[in-house]
């Protein structure tokens, strides 16, 4: 018998990058997926963007793991989007057991390039659209009798990253929204954990991503290599993420809340 068979896991940012390797790698033992992403333009990002075929990459993915998916186009930002997809996986598959809330953005800029519009969209999709996700399916989660709901922050929500103040603010905000509801969740046997990663190897690396990157950083150079990892290689694969998710769903894990797990090369403390 699989880790999660007969579990049902709800999953943003789904279409690739991280939120892929999380569907298959939960549907690899036993999971169904109910998944959302936007698959469409994100604002100001300088890398580029999922796209409904990427949603139905994953969905034919997670099939060929032999598991079922029910995915849909929809912006964390919209809290009734979020409701209504999750409400048709309960009716689909018969409930909710695991939470992902993985869908984000991120934009290299330094504190004086940073407009109200980036700041505001970074907080919405990355802070917002977190809570929105635990406020649409914790309640199912309730009825199920607990559960495990992980947020993916970041290695700027332990540390920080340089030249992104509002990503770095809204990963703290994510940290803190994960002991908080843990806090109160812990009553109906619901486990909240966030995760953090360091460099991962996805599609947010594409298009421009990496060049604005190097401009920003060039000035201020001292800072370029605080999230410098320990070990060799410097960035992670997304199903090195997917691995520490898969164990924070599982029962693996069943006294373990509130905490903030890096997976990051040591990176947070160079």
């Known amino acids: ?64 793991e032999g598991g079922k998916a029910h995915l849909v186009q929809g912006d964390v930002r919209d809290l009734e989007v979020l409701k209504e997809v999750a409400q048709e996986g309960v009716a689909r598959f018969g409930g909710l057991d695991v939470v992902v809330a ?18 505001r969209d970074t907080l919405d999709i990355n802070v917002t659209g977190t809570w929105n996700t635990v406020t649409a399916t ?50 109906h046997n619901i486990r909240v954990n966030s995760v953090h990663p360091g460099a991962v190897n996805t599609p947010m690396g594409s298009g421009s991503m990496r060049e604005r990157i190097a401009e920003t950083a060039a000035t201020n150079p001292k800072l370029a290599s605080m999230t410098t990892p320990f070990l060799e290689k410097y960035m992670a694969e997304p199903e090195e993420i997917a691995d520490m998710v898969a164990f924070l769903a599982s029962a693996d894990s069943t006294f373990v809340t509130g905490q903030h797990l890096g997976v990051d090369g040591g990176a947070q403390y160079f």
């Not at 939960?26 to 990427?54: C, F, K, M, Q």
Request: glycine share 12%.
């Open 1 to 64: 018998m699989s880790r999660f068979d007969g579990k049902i896991a709800f999953i943003t940012g789904v279409a690739r990058g991280q939120g892929r390797a999380h569907a298959v790698r939960l549907a690899r033992e036993g999971a169904r997926i109910v998944g959302v992403d936007i698959a469409g333009p994100l604002p100001g990002v300088p890398y580029e963007s999922a796209t409904l075929a990427d949603l139905d990459e994953t969905r034919r993915l997670v099939e060929a």
């Open 102 to 119: 993985n869908a984000g953005i991120c934009i290299p800029e330094t504190w004086e390039e940073i407009s109200p519009t980036s700041f």
């Open 138 to 187: 914790a309640p199912h989660l309730i009825e199920r009798g607990g559960g495990s709901i992980i947020l993916i922050s970041s290695l700027a929500g332990v540390k920080m990253q340089p030249f992104m103040v509002h990503y770095t603010t809204s990963k703290h905000a994510v940290t803190g929204m994960a002991r908080a509801f843990a806090a109160e969740l812990g009553r």
